[in-house]
């Protein structure tokens, strides 16, 4: 009964973008097909998304930002964060350069129905606690309230009512782990061997961690810069980045004075096979400017960018 239940609520919350299905199309993206011929080749030149990954850095003034937690804070949103206005922002660039959201499986590029954000959250910051990779799917439309309720609702439905339970998730990787190597082995060759045909269980996939649109990692309450994570092979998930706001600098202002600032420094790594450094480049500008200028993620945006065909 309960995993019936599971099943509803992850077909509730991944709603895909309205569209008639073509042949070629998975259940989590459409086949984009106007794409150049280089672009159409890179997946074979470039089959692992481990040997396709960029890694670049980037650093923001996080005073801006700090003066939004404060301001929503005293709306009464306890506990919100930089975490959730650096997801927000990240929706919201999806919402304007859809080309982020795309994915290659079978050596294909598709783009995805759903904003897929992936967290690793433990219940509680020791380091016995458990830790999860969590799934949060997020509209096109989502402000940066949306992003906090829905992170917060399931992070805290985690944390209070699974005191003695696992996530679904958990419970499938845990089951896998009593196999033998060989057989382990054999399994998530198999699993890849699904995935590549899109013959995963949709349900399965909605739970995996290693399918989303990106996948974010905060370092901030652990003390330590921002590292350069992998991609994962398996699944599609084309970004990873890490962040963290425990560097402080100082900067030199038009009046000569010396400023101390706080920076929060950002690692990305990206699949370059998805889209190309210019469009990449272009998307990292859309994020700064809702990092720098974060009420304007109160409102949803004017207008939703869609991908090509």
């Not at 005073?63 to 939004?68: D, K, N, R």
């Not at 590029?109 to 690793?120: F, G, S």
């Not at 290693?210 to 970004?239: D, E």
């Not at 990092?291 to 409102?299: A, F, I, S, T, V």
Request: with cysteine; proline share 5%.
């Amino acid at each position: 009964m309960k995993d019936k239940k599971t099943e509803l609520e992850l077909k509730k919350v991944a709603m895909p973008i309205p569209a008639k299905r073509r042949f070629g199309d998975r259940k989590e993206g459409r086949r984009i097909r106007s794409v150049e011929p280089m672009t159409v080749v890179a997946p074979f030149i470039m089959p692992s998304r481990i040997g396709s990954q960029n890694l670049f850095q980037d650093s923001i003034n996080v005073a801006a930002i700090e003066h939004f937690v404060h301001k929503k804070r005293a709306e009464g949103l306890t506990g919100f964060g930089i975490m959730h206005v650096v997801i927000a922002a990240y929706v919201r660039t999806i919402s304007q350069r859809p080309g982020i959201n795309r994915f290659l499986s079978g050596l294909r590029l598709y783009a995805r129905h759903n904003i897929e954000v992936v967290m690793a959250v433990k219940k509680e910051m020791t380091l016995e606690a458990e830790e999860t990779m969590m799934k949060f799917f997020f509209d096109r439309s989502a402000t940066v309230t949306d992003v906090y309720n829905e992170m917060t609702h399931k992070i805290d439905e985690y944390r209070n009512t699974r005191k003695e339970k696992e996530s679904a998730f958990d419970k499938i990787a845990r089951k896998l782990g009593f196999m033998p190597n060989f057989q382990l082995r054999a399994a998530i060759a198999f699993l890849n061997w699904l995935d590549f045909h899109n013959l995963l269980p949709e349900r399965l996939r909605l739970l995996s961690p290693f399918h989303c649109s990106v996948v974010f990692s905060s370092m901030g309450s652990l003390g330590i810069r921002p590292i350069f994570h992998h991609l994962y092979n398996f699944g599609n998930a084309p970004v990873f980045i890490t962040f963290s706001a425990m560097r402080r600098s100082q900067e030199i202002t038009r009046d000569g004075t010396v400023a101390n600032i706080r920076n929060l420094d950002l690692t990305v790594t990206t699949d370059e096979r998805i889209c190309d450094g210019f469009y990449y480049a272009s998307a990292f500008h859309e994020l700064h400017k809702y990092l720098e200028e974060p009420e304007l993620l109160e409102q949803p945006p004017e207008k939703i960018i869609y991908d090509i065909e």
